[in-house]
DNA sequence: AGCACGATTAACT
DNA sequence: GTTAATCGTGCTC
């Protein structure tokens, strides 16, 4: 196992959020809890980018809850969804442009035990494969809003990955725009690693 | 102060 | 394929 710090630094983040995300796959997310590693390898992100893309929440310009989104990258945003749902996000780009990536799928690599005490009920393939299992699975909540992802302090940050080939990636619309209007709601801004990948590294 | 809605999931049919 | 669950946020009154 690799022991040397594998940080992702500020400077990765602070680039177009759709660089962001594309690269974010295969990233390594990680989440200590009590001592214990929990780590996912990321199998799926989706950017969004800035007050022009309604689908983007910074679309309302800075609340309470988007300001995050215009301060510096490598933050974490973190928000809730559907009455029960935390979601996490990735703050990208330079200060004052709002955008962020939506860390939707990861695919556990340590912490197993943990990760089945919460999603056990599910089978295993449906542990983390949703933004809001992910964060169940990985207890992240409006606590974490705001964090460093680029320090260890918080508990949760994310760590540099084998790099996923072109060849292995997925583009698509981002998914549950359901309102959305175009050409916002079929914008390309989703990336996933292709399943064949996930089984075969897993 | 009140209200409609949502970057979803799980449990149905 | 359809739908209920459930509450923070932002907009309207």
Same mark, same amino acid.
């Given at each position: 196992?690799?022991?040397?710090?594998?940080?992702?630094?500020?400077?990765?983040?602070? +680039?177009?959020?759709?660089?962001?995300?594309?690269?974010?796959?295969?990233?390594?997310?990680?989440?200590?809890?009590?001592?214990? +590693?929990?780590?996912?390898?990321?199998?799926?992100?989706?950017?969004?980018?800035?007050?022009?893309?309604?689908?983007?929440?910074? +679309?309302?310009?800075?609340?309470?809850?988007?300001?995050?989104?215009?301060?510096?990258?490598?933050?974490?945003?973190?928000?809730?969804?559907?009455?029960?749902?935390?979601?996490?996000?990735?703050?990208?780009?330079?200060?004052?442009?709002?955008?962020?990536?939506?860390?939707?799928?990861?695919?556990?690599?340590?912490?197993?035990?943990?990760?089945?005490?919460?999603?056990?009920?599910?089978?295993?393939?449906?542990?983390?494969?949703?933004?809001?299992?992910?964060?169940?699975?990985?207890?992240?909540?409006?606590?974490?809003?705001?964090?460093?992802?680029?320090?260890?302090?918080?508990?949760?940050?994310?760590?540099?990955?084998?790099?996923?080939?072109?060849?292995?990636?997925?583009?698509?619309?981002?998914?549950?725009?359901?309102?959305?209007?175009?050409?916002?709601?079929?914008?390309?801004?989703?990336?996933?690693?292709?399943?064949?990948?996930?089984?075969?590294?897993?």
């Amino acid at each position: 196992m690799k022991v040397s710090t594998s940080l992702l630094p500020r400077e990765f983040y602070d +680039r177009p959020t759709l660089t962001v995300a594309r690269e974010l796959l295969g990233a390594v997310l990680v989440r200590v809890e009590g001592g214990v +590693r929990i780590a996912g390898r990321i199998t799926e992100t989706e950017a969004y980018v800035g007050e022009s893309d309604l689908a983007c929440h910074a +679309r309302a310009g800075i609340t309470p809850r988007t300001q995050i989104m215009y301060g510096d990258a490598g933050r974490a945003y973190v928000y809730f969804n559907y009455g029960m749902h935390w979601m996490l996000n990735a703050v990208t780009e330079t200060e004052g442009f709002p955008a962020a990536v939506l860390i939707r799928a990861i695919q556990p690599i340590e912490g197993i035990e943990i990760i089945a005490s919460r999603r056990g009920k599910q089978p295993r393939s449906k542990w983390t494969d949703g933004p809001a299992k992910l964060a169940q699975a990985l207890a992240i909540d409006k606590s974490f809003n705001s964090v460093d992802l680029c320090s260890r302090e918080s508990g949760l940050w994310i760590e540099a990955g084998e790099r996923v080939l072109d060849e292995s990636v997925t583009i698509g619309a981002r998914v549950g725009l359901y309102t959305v209007p175009e050409p916002w709601k079929s914008m390309p801004w989703r990336f996933l690693v292709k399943i064949k990948e996930i089984a075969s590294s897993g």
